[in-house]
């Protein structure tokens, strides 16, 4: 057994896939003499390709955002044309009979050491370049992203170290029914895609990759952290008893999503969904969401080949305003940055401290034209969907605001904006304007801010790690990174009462707000608007239509007395399973 953090709820079984890139453990099996001219061909063509790539992207880079960020890719090539670092590869794989994925990970590692011992820091930071460049080879090389599902029986357990938007892309619809990784919090990518999928998942389970191997029996339990490789007979027939009542549990409160969502004693909620694409729209809708909370765009940019442009952006924003639960749809721009980047805005020196560095709002602020495309486009999207779906309801939300001066640098944006479209007589809407509350400074001067916005989410995955100085995908840190801190939970009920008090329109669309724990809480708080995890609605559903507005207050009250964050779940952990006992096969008790 492994132990782990328990990112999805759930228990499953199934047969290990891992993917194994080119920074983690790659196979250096000697390859036959006969091998080695396919091995040359291959890792030519890869070369080839990559640097078609390269020019494309550079091409349109250069176009929709500017020389600067473009340079990137000229500098990727320029390592791709470099002859001494072509026979280097060539002569790993003729003379030491390596794979073309092998001798590029021995590439890695030659200029890593080489480059670190020059004490030189811009040296050093052109290792980022390298590992860019060797990763877009390995794309061509690998098909570690492609698992023959006929090679593998029965539902695939994907371990990884780290799960990238990309990565899912590529493994499709495959059966994936559990994800472990070595990496990652309860916010990180794989995290959020294992919740909108309702498949258990375990982040930060150390070495998991060099202790499994493709073909093994693993079982997930995303309740506790566990992962077990290969279990005793006895562990794997109690497992898969688990297993069975958390699917059977799955299965019962799907019939809830015709059901409206409201507490035990009659009050009306709204729960939204996360997205991050059209098929998340879909999936809310079958779940039984009231709406989108928060359309998480860098997702388009994170799994798009290049820039999408103006017209690109308009289409798929359409698309995905109609396929969801009433058309209601929060869209939040751009939010990369930390643990999220592209290349198409070039990339800074390294940053020690990425999360509260050069990240979100402020790299849009950085890059104008950028993002006024991005603004332009949301604008047209409105205006289209609403003339095909007349109840559509579409707001722009900005992400990461740390001042009033930044709301009025956006206020003056969006108008700027929309003065360009009437003026090219595009059809466009106006649409409410709202804030992500995610830092402590706006959290603090959160009544200045309301009289510049018309609604608030607050984003309690970030705000969390702010408050609590702890990295969110740090796992040595991740004991101090909790939502049910009591720190943490005396900023958002004074958040909530602000909001309320002012009738301003609030929503919690972080990780927490489809926390069984975290939700009986903020429902004591006041807070009636919650946007999650599509798969996690049936679960928060239920939960809610068997607690009364009183019990949630009574709750509060005695969670806010304690002094520890153990002592709230021990609390939480409880009275949940007294509350509604029959979720216990999905309720987490870590």
Known sequence: MRNGLAVSPGVTIGTAYCIHE???????????ANQ?????????????????????????????????????????????QDMALVRRIRASIQSDHLSAQAALADLVEYYRTYLERSGDDYLRERMADIRDVVTRLTSYLSDALRPDSGALKGPIIVIADELLPSQVVMLGAKPVHGIVTQAGSQTSHAAIIARSRGIPAVSGVTGILR???????????????????????????????????????????????????????????????????LADAKAALA??????????????YLTHSSVPDEKEQIEIYREI???????????????????????????????????????????????????????????????AATKNASNSRVQI????ITNLEEVRRLQSFVKRGMEQLKKERKAFSKIPFGMMLEVPAAAIMIDQLLQAVDFVSIGSNDLVQYLMAADRDNPKVSHLCQPLAPAVLRVLSSVVTTCRDARCP????????????????????????????????????????????????????????????????????????RIAPNLKPILTQQ
């Open 211 to 277: 202790q499994t191997k493709t073909g093994d029996t693993v079982i997930v339990d995303g309740r506790e952290g566990h992962v077990i490789i290969n279990p005793e007979p006895e562990a794997l027939s109690a497992y898969r008893k688990l297993e069975r009542e958390f699917f059977n549990l799955k299965n019962q409160l799907a019939h809830n999503r015709d059901q409206p969502a409201r507490t035990l004693d009659g009050k009306c909620l709204e729960l939204l969904a996360n997205i991050n694409n």
């Open 506 to 577: 609030v929503t919690l669309c972080g990780e927490m707000a489809g926390q069984p724990q975290a939700f009986v809480l903020l429902l004591g708080m006041g807070l009636t608007r919650f946007s999650m995890s599509p798969a996690l609605i049936p679960t928060i559903k239920e939960l809610a239509s068997h607690v009364t507005i009183p019990m949630a207050q009574s709750l509060l009250n005695a969670a806010m007395k304690l002094k520890t964050t153990q002592k709230v779940k021990s609390l939480l952990n409880a009275e949940l399973l």
């Open 22 to 32: 080119v920074f983690v453990d790659p196979d250096k099996r000697s390859l036959l």
């Open 397 to 400: 939300m900005f992400p990461m």
């Open 287 to 300: 779940m039984g969401a009231s709406g989108v909370g928060l359309y998480r765009t860098e997702y388009l």
């Open 36 to 80: 080695i001219p396919g091995e040359l061909a291959r890792f030519e063509q890869a070369r080839k390709r990559s640097i078609s790539d390269l020019r494309a992207l550079q091409t349109k880079v250069e176009r929709q955002v500017g020389k600067d960020a473009a340079a990137v890719f000229s500098v990727h090539e320029s390592i791709l």
């Open 321 to 383: 305003i109609e396929a969801s639960p009433n058309h209601v749809v929060t869209i939040r721009t751009l939010d990369i940055g930390g643990d999220k980047t592209v290349p198409f805005l070039g990339r800074t020196q390294h940053e020690a401290n990425p999360f509260m560095g050069w990240r979100s709002i402020r790299i849009s602020f950085e890059h104008p034209d950028f993002f006024m495309t991005q603004i332009r486009a949301i604008l047209c999207a409105a205006a």
